[in-house]
DNA sequence: CATGCGACTACAAACGTTTGCAGCAGAACT
DNA sequence: AGTTCTGCTGCAAACGTTTGTAGTCGCATG
């Protein structure tokens, strides 16, 4: 029923190899003939069948988009602007949900390597042989953990776990828990190497609590492990913990920051929001996802090609760190003024 | 050089539509001969290719959902269930983003339409004509918009607007502002309309501000107008939109809710997470998606089938409507308890 | 005048499947 | 014994494109 080039060729009296052309190679088809065919092909509403053209060229002009979890405010941001920069580039994006599970996340891989010209694996849950030997599939893009072997790209998470225990040590605390992320995470065993580091540097103590699952209700359901650690202070593996502790210090009559300072990593949306607002590691996401899909297009072919692109992090300083036990000088409230999310905005 | 068809077939020492029954007419082959198939198949890592098999089928097993911003919090949960949904009967989604433009949209529907069998049209902002048009190319579900002769699944937000009025003439409000939504939503015209005959029932005033574009920031935009418009609470077309309002208002030194009640729309994640936590109207976002998903899929065929899924909605108090300058009696502080977000999980 | 070239177009094979049809063996009827 | 039926398998066409090769024409070149 849908017009096909055949449609078009018989509309137009030419054959259909000439049609195919005045899309695909108007170099080689005269200006006029090119003229009668477009005109034709517009009359009969002709689009040219992606299918049948994937299964001659190779090339589905298709990518695959796989994240843990489409409801954690992380991804959206990532999902908008990988889709919107590929479309840019006349591809199409599937979205697909392993929720946080890495046997999900290696079926999806299979399910959809025949019919994209590659994957976007975010936040991989599967271990990195896993992940090595479904690259022999289908072109793979790793982001948010390097993989030997693989394009990837990641942010430079540890150089924000670092300057956010420096933040706090800065402010006074010497004694700090890490709430960590999901096990398998790289992001997680970078922040926790990071923070571990950066903390006996300066000093300080640091408990690690967890692993635990990257939730808000992780976060709430941890909030007496935290009381128990007796800290007065907490990094959190991303900003949806870090509410949820809040929340629940919140609820136990805790007060942040006075009592206890609480710092997110993410910037999402949620950390405007809250009350008092967080204090966070801001992660370029959306760049993330536009750096994803280029590396994806770019070296398509020459497959297992390394490449790592690390974006960087920064402090965004808002409202839910404060002074520490140990302040040893400088002004009683705070170091430096709340930034408000300029910097989080400004960023691109 | 990955495994086709043909391969399986030599290998198993059978015709390949001896395979191809193997795999999609199980019953038409012998048990045996299956097995050895299926062995050979596994052995090769054999899977077949969707877009040859599109090509001659003319069922992609693909869907495209086209939403005005994935950023929006509303979204996201009902792709995730879209997705999930879709992926237990073995298609895969494409995801696209419209920026809440009608123009991409169409061209996202144009561009989608012959790779997939069907899309799903989220909150669209085409006129119904348009619609229509461009349901003789591909079929479509509509969600959130009634559309006259087209599958659609639509909130009954009507009944939420009217609730949350009603809710706030209890508690004493006699003047009302409907921050309103985008120009060109039919669930900005619906809850106006609802909106406007409840307070008239109840004998309460409800000035409209808007069209606004549905974002935090305009929310924020219009906290002027609202103070202006001397009301004692608003009903804001989305929580975005509530959220940022409620900030703006903060920000002026107003107090919600005690100098003015805000209630949104939508029960986002965001809206157990303000301060105050925000009394919404809940809608079943995850619900939405599944049953578009549902409708898509059973009348695939039998096009232009009028089909009208009405999903109900229910009022979420929380803790940002308050008592009004009106109250008759009562208790001093609320009506009603906090519900704390019980009700919208629930829900499902 | 023959040759070669450039610009254009037609032909036909191929991509990896599905599916109507025909064939064939053996079993079950008449 | 002949016929029909049943269960299974092979054959080949078709789906809508792209693309290498070959052909045609006119024209400039030698």
Not at 176 to 201: D, F, K, M, Q
Request: hydrophobic content about 40%; glycine content about 8%.
């Amino acid at each position: 029923m849908p017009a096909t080039i055949r449609d078009v060729a018989r509309a137009s009296g030419v054959h259909v190899s000439t049609v195919s052309r005045a899309f695909s190679a108007p170099h080689l088809v005269n200006t006029e003939t090119r003229a009668h065919v477009l005109a034709a092909a517009e009359e009969l509403g002709y689009r040219p069948n992606r299918a049948a053209r994937a299964l001659i060229t190779g090339r589905t002009h298709n990518i695959g988009l796989i994240v843990a979890d489409i409801a954690n405010p992380f991804f959206p941001p990532l999902i908008k602007a990988a889709e919107s920069h590929a479309r840019g580039r006349d591809y199409h994006l599937f979205v697909a949900d392993t929720n946080e599970d890495a046997g999900v996340e290696e079926e999806l891989v299979l399910a959809l390597a025949k019919q994209v010209d590659g994957v976007l694996l975010c936040s991989p849950r599967m271990s990195n042989t896993q992940i090595e030997q479904l690259s022999r599939e289908v072109p793979l893009v790793v982001v948010n953990r390097p993989v030997p072997g693989l394009p990837a790209v990641v942010m430079d998470v540890a150089q924000g776990a670092r300057l956010a225990v420096e933040h706090l040590v800065g402010l006074g605390h010497r004694s700090i828990a890490l709430l960590g992320g999901p096990r398998g995470s790289w992001t997680n065993r970078e922040i926790r190497r990071a923070a571990t580091l950066a903390a006996r540097t300066a000093g300080a103590e640091l408990v690690v609590i967890g692993p635990n699952p990257p939730t808000e209700e992780s976060g709430s359901a941890q909030a007496d492990a935290v009381l128990r650690a007796g800290v007065s202070a907490v990094l959190a593996y991303n900003d949806l913990m870090a509410v949820g502790l809040i929340d629940a210090l919140d609820h136990r009559g805790v007060k942040v920051p006075d009592q206890i300072s609480v710092v997110g990593i993410d910037d999402t949306a949620l950390s405007r929001r809250t009350r008092p607002m967080l204090t966070t590691v801001a992660t370029p996401t959306a760049a993330a996802g536009r750096a994803a899909v280029d590396m994806l297009l770019q070296h398509g072919d020459d497959r297992r090609t390394t490449a790592l692109v690390t974006l960087q992090t920064e402090l965004v300083i808002r409202d839910s760190s404060g002074p520490g036990p140990h302040r040893t000088a400088g002004p009683g409230r705070r170091q430096q003024p709340p930034l408000d999310g300029v910097a989080s905005e400004s960023r691109e």
